[in-house]
């Protein structure tokens, strides 16, 4: 069944096209994640509840469009917004159980508090939770409200570790109930680590992004590279092999060694070099990247990601079949590792 029906939505704001139209469906029991800058997410949502027109399409949740029957389409739609008005007088386990009688089901409160780990904060006040702690509260408060389509914005941004996990475990239980989730982010790691399907948004419109599957990995892991045969010509002197790696800033080519380099993420084709939290585009492929930095202990992570791990401080499991790499850097940079990569990581590093 199609929870969220999205058809010829489009958004121009004087001579400028934020994201030209594009038609979107979300099936119940999917994860589906939109990478997008903070005007575009922002219109998006606002669209959404009806606050900014749909000129030429529509948006339908559970086959209903907010002008038909506002009601019944926003008992159908729960949002975390990033930045949330809350009680902060009430206690966590206050403000839940506002909520549980405000909805009226009958949720155990004790089980949201278990899902969102706030056991030890249950009877500390809002006000002097952590910004992380709040955040495990606004999962707590869309359970309770127990919609079909569940939309976060921005849901792990600025969160610590356990918080992170408590997300994507929530994630895992929502689909597991057959519901539905966008997610709307400008985090291209935490919408590959959650999100079955991710979709880039802007002015050209609504694109997929490749992520890797395991019949993806199967099928790379199948392929093996047969040599062509060494001709007379190729028996003369080697080429020169250049180690720099190539980035364009302006109109300057800046050249990098292996070893500044934290890792490589690839968007639309385009792959950017981080150094120091700092993205350059490169004119290489990922798949050149990662033929010149193998041997300077780069690993291809994941489809869209290749790491020094030299840089690697910590492999994170957040559940069985999602991992992160956390990186040793200043911004303690987290790169997606799937789930096949991480039994070919483990025979590099000789665990079992």
């Known amino acids: 069944m199609t929870i969220l029906t999205m058809k010829n939505i489009e958004k121009h704001e004087k001579d400028t096209q934020l994201f030209s139209a594009f038609n979107l469906e979300i099936a119940e029991g999917h994860i589906t994640a939109i990478y997008s800058s903070l005007n575009v997410r922002s219109t998006l949502l606002n669209m959404i509840l009806g606050k900014i027109p749909v000129v030429n399409g529509e948006i339908r949740v559970k086959n209903v469009t907010i002008a038909e029957d506002k009601r019944r389409f926003l008992n159908n739609l729960g949002i975390c917004f990033f930045e949330e008005g809350m009680y902060e007088r009430l206690t966590v386990s206050e403000y839940l159980r506002f909520f549980n009688k405000l909805y009226e089901v009958e949720l155990e409160l004790e089980q949201i508090i278990h899902l969102t780990q706030l056991q030890e904060k249950k009877n500390k006040r809002i006000r002097d939770l952590t910004f992380s702690e709040m955040k495990r509260v606004q999962y707590g408060r869309l359970l309770i409200q127990a919609p079909s389509l569940f939309v976060f914005e921005e849901p792990d941004l600025n969160v610590d570790m356990e918080t992170k996990r408590v997300f994507i475990n929530i994630t895992r239980k929502i689909q597991e109930i057959g519901k539905s989730i966008l997610i709307l982010t400008g985090n291209m790691e935490s919408a590959v680590t959650v999100a079955d399907c991710v979709y880039r948004l802007d002015e050209d419109g609504l694109r997929i992004i490749e992520t890797e599957t395991e019949e993806d990995a199967a099928e790379e892991k199948d392929t093996e590279l047969i040599p062509a045969e060494e001709t007379d010509n190729e028996k003369g002197p080697k080429p020169i092999q250049l180690n720099k790696i190539p980035t364009k800033v302006n109109d300057k080519i800046v050249l990098f060694d292996p070893p500044e380099i934290d890792y490589i993420e690839s968007n639309d084709g385009q792959a950017n070099i981080y150094i120091k939290g700092e993205a350059f585009p490169s004119s290489l492929t990922l798949t050149n990247l990662e033929d010149r930095l193998q041997h300077f202990g780069f690993f291809r992570c994941h489809r869209s990601y290749i790491v020094n791990l ?39 590093l000789g665990l079992k």
């Open 310 to 348: 030299q840089k690697v401080r910590e492999v994170i499991t957040w559940t069985r079949n999602s991992y992160s790499l956390i990186l040793d850097d200043k911004e303690k940079s987290q790169v997606p590792l799937s789930k096949t990569k991480m039994a070919e990581l483990k025979d590099l």
